[in-house]
């Protein structure tokens, strides 16, 4: 179902793969909060698409990021303390006597320690390392869209919202961020056709059963080193009611699993097309489904290499 991949962030080097224009009115609108507001939530982005930001402009969104940087290395700095302080006190109850809520005390502590360090290392880098690139459900990317004819790089959230659709869908059917090859005249009839995109990424990653019956992650590469142009769909989403935010999603789509996929215990595949169709997907004839499965059809078959994820 490709709950995760790592993409192309950094939104000088999608340029150059897409040949597309940046549409920054959408950029500054993701990042964009009133500072007033305490409970203004940062929005989620891999952080290898800030690094570029930051590196390369342009220089209002630079400028938004740093302003959430600043505050978030705040909160951390501020739980990081609280955190220290909670296994400080976990320690000295356990050498008093041991108890259960002092071990859970020390255990969760020293995790959160850890997890509030790395996101902190990560603020500070400038130049990004291959896991910042990574998305999941929930995470906005750079996408490709095609706007009067024109190639155009927006950011969207991965996972679909549907317009006409509750906000609550999110919760109800976590997981819109697949459409099946097999519903896309079913559930996805008002997008596809009629709301295409194209993700760039380098890896996908699935769950999958071990042969013990444990959880694993695999990352799927394929072996050309090329990147995936994963076929999408997307939606403008706006709130009846006036309260909730606009917001443009999307989902990857997926088909029956390439052989080595299935092979490595997985059964779908994201539908990974040549760089001729790109045009010819973004630019859509409702009237004309079977060209669009035609592109599917012909698709890139590169072997998918698989190794298990950290």
Same mark, same amino acid.
């Given at each position: 179902?490709?709950?995760?991949?790592?993409?192309?962030?950094?939104?000088?080097?999608?340029?150059?793969? =897409?040949?597309?224009?940046? !549409?920054?009115?959408?950029?500054?609108? *993701? @990042?964009?909060?009133?500072?007033?507001?305490?409970?203004?939530?940062?929005?989620?982005?891999?952080?290898?698409?800030?690094?570029?930001?930051?590196?390369?402009?342009?220089?209002?969104?630079? !400028?938004?990021?740093?302003?959430?940087?600043?505050?978030?290395?705040?909160?951390?700095?501020?739980?990081?303390?609280?955190?220290?302080?909670?296994?400080?006190?976990?320690?000295? $109850?356990?050498?008093?006597?041991?108890?259960?809520?002092?071990?859970?005390?020390?255990?969760?502590?020293? $995790?959160?320690?850890?997890?509030?360090?790395?996101?902190?290392?990560? #603020?500070?880098?400038?130049?990004?390392?291959?896991?910042?690139?990574?998305?999941?459900?929930?995470? +906005?990317?750079?996408?490709? &869209? $095609?706007?009067?004819?024109?190639?155009?790089?927006? /950011?969207?959230?991965?996972?679909?919202?549907?317009?006409?659709?509750?906000? *609550? +869908?999110?919760?109800? %059917?976590?997981?819109? @961020?697949?459409?099946?090859?097999?519903? *896309? !005249?079913?559930?996805?009839?008002?997008?596809?056709?009629?709301?295409?995109? #194209?993700?760039?990424?380098?890896? %996908? +990653?699935?769950?999958?059963?071990?042969?013990?019956?444990?959880?694993?992650? #695999?990352?799927?590469?394929?072996?050309?080193?090329?990147?995936? #142009?994963?076929?999408?769909?997307?939606?403008?989403?706006?709130?009846?009611?006036? &309260?909730?935010?606009?917001?443009?999603?999307?989902?990857?789509?997926?088909?029956? /699993?390439?052989?080595?996929?299935?092979?490595?215990?997985?059964?779908? =595949?994201?539908?990974?097309?040549?760089?001729?169709?790109?045009?010819?997907?973004?630019?859509?004839?409702?009237?004309?489904?079977?060209?669009?499965?035609?592109?599917?059809?012909?698709?890139?078959?590169?072997? @998918?290499?698989?190794?298990?994820?950290?």
């Amino acid at each position: 179902m490709c709950y995760s991949a790592q993409v192309r962030a950094e939104h000088r080097k999608f340029q150059r793969q =897409t040949g597309a224009t940046m !549409e920054l009115k959408e950029y500054v609108r *993701l @990042y964009w909060s009133d500072k007033g507001d305490a409970g203004a939530k940062r929005p989620k982005v891999p952080r290898a698409m800030e690094i570029g930001f930051l590196r390369d402009g342009p220089p209002e969104i630079a !400028e938004l990021i740093r302003q959430w940087d600043a505050r978030e290395m705040q909160a951390l700095e501020q739980e990081l303390f609280k955190q220290r302080r909670r296994v400080a006190d976990g320690e000295r $109850s356990l050498q008093a006597k041991a108890t259960k809520k002092a071990q859970e005390d020390v255990r969760i502590g020293r $995790s959160r320690v850890e997890q509030i360090k790395g996101r902190i290392e990560a #603020l500070k880098r400038s130049e990004p390392q291959p896991d910042d690139a990574r998305i999941y459900p929930g995470y +906005y990317s750079n996408v490709l &869209v $095609s706007e009067g004819g024109q190639r155009v790089m927006r /950011p969207m959230r991965y996972q679909c919202r549907p317009a006409g659709k509750p906000a *609550l +869908y999110d919760r109800k %059917f976590p997981g819109t @961020y697949n459409a099946r090859r097999d519903s *896309l !005249e079913g559930f996805w009839k008002a997008q596809f056709g009629h709301h295409h995109a #194209l993700m760039v990424a380098d890896v %996908f +990653y699935e769950n999958v059963a071990a042969p013990d019956g444990r959880n694993q992650v #695999l990352a799927f590469t394929p072996r050309t080193g090329e990147p995936m #142009l994963i076929a999408c769909l997307w939606s403008h989403w706006t709130d009846p009611a006036g &309260v909730e935010p606009a917001l443009d999603s999307f989902a990857a789509i997926t088909d029956d /699993p390439e052989p080595e996929v299935a092979a490595a215990g997985h059964d779908r =595949t994201i539908i990974n097309i040549k760089p001729e169709h790109i045009d010819a997907w973004l630019n859509p004839d409702p009237a004309n489904l079977q060209a669009l499965y035609a592109i599917f059809d012909d698709r890139q078959h590169p072997y @998918y290499e698989h190794r298990e994820a950290a």
